[in-house]
């Protein structure tokens, strides 16, 4: 059985302006990339985080620090994550998506974060 289907927010941020965008984000990235087996949920919510801190776009960071909590990991997991990255994909690249991170989990802990 695949994993479950994964909400997208594509067609909420785009649908109107890149149809086809939403289409493959909701069809094949979250219909099916995200549902195989290969790979848990938990491990796709870390290697999305490792891929969107190491090529500097925090933009995508809030939304998958939602999602990884949903699929498992933990707060202090994706801070640690973060933490160790800062060695491979360089300090300012961490700490810009420190700064997200700081602001979602502060959220889902109900402490609304100030930058």
Known sequence: M?????KSTARDSFGDLAPAFVTY???????????????????????TIAALVAGGLPEQLPYHCHLAVENGITPEEIVEAITHLAFYTGWPRAASALSVAKSVLGELNGDPVSE
Not at 2 to 6: G, M, P, S, V
Not at 37 to 42: F, G, S, V
């Open 25 to 47: 984000s909701e069809d094949v990235l979250f219909g099916d990339v995200w549902r195989r087996e290969q790979l848990a949920l938990r491990d796709r919510s870390f290697i």
């Open 2 to 6: 695949a994993h479950r289907k994964i």
